[in-house]
């Protein structure tokens, strides 16, 4: 299993390789967010979703941010700022 965010302490893998989410660093920052005890043994943070076999490896580009970029610099132009 490859190394993410999570898998550090006081997070933990079962004996038969399950994930337990004890603390949220995905969401929670550097001292980790606690996750509920009930979402503990599910490997999933309850606060932001965060899963073991969701780990997002890039950014994925959005289609309209070049659309928005240049109207942001035309509404600029215009308006000032």
């Known amino acids: 299993m490859g190394k993410h965010v999570n898998d550090r302490s006081p997070n933990f ?23 509920w005890s009930g979402a503990v043994a599910t490997g999933c943070c309850a606060w932001c979703g965060w899963s073991p076999e969701i780990v997002p490896h890039e950014r994925v ?18 308006f000032g700022g």
């Not at 893998?13 to 996750?35: P, Q």
């Not at 580009?61 to 215009?78: F, G, S």
Request: charged fraction near 40%; glycine fraction near 12%.
């Open 13 to 35: 893998h079962g004996d038969d390789g399950r994930f337990f989410l004890v603390r949220c660093f995905a969401c929670g920052g550097e001292h980790g967010k606690e996750n």
């Open 61 to 78: 580009p959005d289609p309209d941010e070049a659309a928005r970029r240049r109207r942001d610099k035309q509404l600029r132009q215009v």
